[in-house]
């Protein structure tokens, strides 16, 4: 089973600062990963997949990069609405399969 | 747009089984698969598995493999997850969520509102 770790457990900054995620994979997942963002009460939402493609509608300043085991989410400038969860998740080429990562929290420092 | 709306709040008793229905719009249902998440209270997102819009094949987790069962209905757009011999722990937010592209298995792209499921005796 390929596991994700995601490091920091919390991340503390204020609105403007740069935010630097990471995601480690037990085994190499190719460029089959993801990124969700989940704010409380709400389902997770897609802001990166296959590693580095924005889905639809998510601003710029999400970007995601990496291949293998290592991954990084950054997003450049933090707005007020980015405080929330980060999960990775990675996802086998056939059949279906996917796996999350524990998640970062990224609080209003 | 695509839209995916789910089933309502239930309570089970434990060894009772529930089904959670998904019914999507705004886009070929038979064109994507759809993943079914949980996520208990408080903790993180958990992948139950994943069905095929086209032809209903399926690959569940192996920790809910023999309990779970997600099926499709074409004619109606929808998607349920069928859960049996629930135990507290079973207790959690359903979600669906369909792959971002139409190609089989690409990361979960749009997701339903969720179903909370409680199980208490």
């Known amino acids: 089973e390929n596991v994700l770790t995601q490091s920091p457990a919390t991340l503390s900054l204020s609105p403007g600062e740069r935010a630097t995620l990471s995601c480690r994979a037990s085994?190499?997942?190719?460029?089959?990963l993801a990124w969700y963002q989940q704010k409380p009460g709400q389902a997770p939402r897609l802001l990166i997949y296959?590693?580095?493609n924005r889905a639809t509608g998510i601003p710029a300043r999400f970007s995601g990069s990496g291949s293998g085991t290592d991954f990084t989410l950054t997003i450049s400038s933090l707005e007020p609405e980015d405080f929330a969860v980060y999960y990775c998740?990675?996802?086998?080429?056939?059949?279906?399969?996917?796996?999350f990562g524990p998640g970062t929290k990224v609080d209003i420092k | 747009q695509v839209q995916l709306v789910q089933s309502g709040a239930e309570v089970k008793k434990p060894g009772a089984s529930v089904k959670v229905s998904c019914k999507a719009s705004?886009?070929?249902?038979?064109?994507?698969?759809i993943s079914w998440v949980r996520q208990a209270p408080g903790q993180g997102l958990e992948w139950m598995g994943w069905?095929?819009?086209?032809?209903?094949?399926?690959n569940y987790a192996q920790k809910v493999q023999g309990r779970v069962t997600m099926t499709t209905d074409t004619s109606t757009s929808t998607a349920y997850l069928e859960l049996s011999s629930l135990r507290s722990d079973d207790t959690a937010v359903y979600y669906c969520?369909?792959?971002?592209?139409?190609?089989?298995?690409?990361?979960?792209?749009?997701w339903g509102q969720g179903t909370l499921v409680t199980v208490s005796s």
């Open positions: 998740q990675q996802r086998s080429s056939w059949p279906p399969l996917f796996t």
């Open positions: 085994q190499s997942v190719s460029s089959y």
């Open positions: 296959d590693a580095s």
């Open positions: 969520a369909r792959d971002v592209l139409a190609v089989a298995g690409t990361a979960p792209g749009y």
């Open positions: 069905i095929s819009g086209y032809n209903g094949y399926t």
């Open positions: 705004g886009y070929t249902f038979t064109s994507y698969g």
